[in-house]
């Protein structure tokens, strides 16, 4: 069975989101990650139990809470749309969906590679004369690699299977929220559909496997340039 036109569509709708989302989200799952590896803080306990909560909470209870805050009537939702920024039922609210339920795997390794690395490093940088930020970026982040680059992969993989919170917040709108995972559970409630559906898990599980070794090959070339 060859992909239709629709199923192209939602394949291209999920690769959108999923690099969205993993490019939205990374930059904040670094810096939480280093709060909670690095920071001596109150509430170091909260944050850390807010970020894993997109793991122990139902992906639909997420979505509803995106939908509660972000809807068209939302507590914050409601300020935005008249400045034309809105999520729910649009391609952009899939993506904010897919970064949340991402997250907590975007961190995680994140934050244990930047546990893994010696304090005497960031001290000998401050010994230096490096402030925080080059410290940061001259030390901690290139050293941290193989578990930005482990984050980013996980997050993308997660982003392009994500279902529940999606489907909750935005629905599956053809041509607007219609991501393959959405696709595969409408064709799995059609009856002689089990074939197609057979089809989009084949494609949804090539690309999570693609996504893994260009992971295992960036992690690679990244220990042999620090060998």
Do not use: N
């Not at 939205?24 to 001596?40: E, F, N």
């Not at 401050?126 to 940061?136: I, Q």
């Not at 799995?188 to 949804?204: D, K, N, R, Y």
């Amino acid at each position: 069975m060859r992909l239709s036109a629709d199923d192209l569509q939602a394949l291209a709708l999920s690769l959108r989101v999923a690099v969205t989302a993993t490019a939205a989200g990374l930059p904040v799952a670094i810096l939480t990650a280093l709060a909670l590896a690095r920071g001596r803080f109150w509430g170091r306990s909260l944050l850390d139990a807010a970020t894993h909560l997109p793991l122990v909470l139902p992906p639909v209870a997420t979505g509803y809470g995106l939908l509660l805050l972000l809807g068209h009537q939302g507590w914050i939702g409601r300020w935005l749309e008249p400045l034309g920024v809105v999520f729910a039922f649009r391609w952009t609210g899939a993506a904010l969906a897919a970064a949340v339920m991402a997250f907590p795997l975007m961190v995680r390794p994140i934050r244990l590679s930047i546990e893994a690395i010696e304090r005497e490093v960031d001290e000998a940088g401050r010994t230096l004369g490096a402030g925080p930020v080059t410290r940061f970026l001259r030390l901690t982040l290139p050293l941290a690699a193989p578990g930005v680059a482990a984050g980013a992969v996980m997050g993308f993989a997660k982003a392009l299977g994500e279902f529940g919170a999606t489907i909750t917040f935005v629905a599956a709108i053809p041509g607007e929220t219609l991501t393959v995972p959405a696709a595969i559970y409408q064709a799995t409630q059609s009856p002689g559909e089990e074939g197609h559906a057979i089809v989009l898990c084949a494609v949804s599980a090539t690309l999570a496997v693609a996504a893994v070794l260009v992971s295992e090959i960036v992690s690679r070339r990244i220990a042999r340039r620090r060998g």
